[in-house]
């Protein structure tokens, strides 16, 4: 008796936790009640583009957030651009001391609009890759440019694997974003 007891009990614990699940999980898969942003991930996105009204929570594949401006009521808000993680797009690519974590944001013609270092274990980062001048430089960069270090990315003594793989980094996520999502100008 003892042990019916004991399983009633675990298959009761069971149907709960399933049917707690499917109550948080429901509304999320049928595309009602998102979660609200990560206000710093926002703020964060708001350095990259300060004109952008709205932002989408993470979607998609490769995970992105959509950049929308603002639009007269009664309209659909036009999109200005996208912006993701680097360590998403391209999780094997390593600085001298492990994955170097950048918020990047492209406008809709493949034109980098701003980088945001916001994590890395560099020994050197205080000099390098997280400097407000290594993120400047990729604003306004398309993402046809070659991206190479010592020709149109500055390069940094004593961290040059730090540059070449952050670098490295947002040259392929930008052009595997732009591939994956954006319509390429001669077919619009």
């Given at each position: 008796?003892?042990?019916t007891?004991?399983r009633?009990?675990?298959?009761l614990?069971?149907v709960f936790?399933?049917?707690?699940?499917?109550?948080?999980i429901?509304?999320?898969?049928?595309g009602?009640?998102?979660?609200?942003?990560d206000?710093v991930?926002k703020?964060?996105?708001?350095?990259?583009?300060?004109?952008a009204?709205?932002?989408s929570?993470k979607?998609?594949?490769?995970?992105h957030?959509k950049v929308y401006?603002?639009?007269?009521?009664?309209e659909e808000?036009?999109?200005?651009?996208?912006a993701?993680?680097?360590?998403?797009?391209e999780?094997?690519?390593r600085g001298?001391?492990?994955?170097i974590?950048?918020?990047v944001?492209m406008?809709?013609t493949?034109?980098l609009?701003?980088?945001?270092v916001t994590?890395?274990?560099?020994p050197?980062?205080?000099?390098?890759?997280?400097?407000?001048?290594?993120?400047?430089?990729?604003k306004g960069?398309?993402i046809?440019?070659p991206f190479?270090v010592g020709?149109?990315i500055?390069?940094?003594?004593?961290?040059?694997?730090s540059?070449?793989s952050?670098?490295?980094a947002v040259?392929?996520?930008?052009r595997?974003?732009?591939?994956?999502?954006?319509?390429?100008?001669?077919?619009?």
């Amino acid at each position: 008796m003892r042990a019916t007891s004991r399983r009633g009990i675990l298959n009761l614990r069971k149907v709960f936790l399933a049917v707690a699940l499917g109550c948080l999980i429901a509304p999320l898969a049928m595309g009602q009640a998102q979660p609200p942003m990560d206000p710093v991930v926002k703020s964060q996105l708001k350095v990259i583009f300060p004109d952008a009204a709205t932002f989408s929570n993470k979607q998609g594949s490769p995970a992105h957030y959509k950049v929308y401006a603002a639009a007269p009521k009664g309209e659909e808000p036009k999109l200005l651009g996208l912006a993701w993680w680097t360590t998403e797009l391209e999780p094997l690519e390593r600085g001298f001391d492990g994955p170097i974590k950048m918020l990047v944001g492209m406008d809709t013609t493949g034109i980098l609009k701003g980088v945001v270092v916001t994590e890395h274990r560099e020994p050197y980062g205080d000099f390098s890759v997280d400097t407000p001048g290594f993120a400047a430089q990729f604003k306004g960069k398309n993402i046809r440019d070659p991206f190479k270090v010592g020709m149109d990315i500055d390069a940094i003594s004593r961290a040059s694997i730090s540059v070449t793989s952050a670098s490295r980094a947002v040259r392929n996520s930008a052009r595997r974003i732009a591939r994956e999502l954006l319509t390429p100008p001669d077919k619009k």
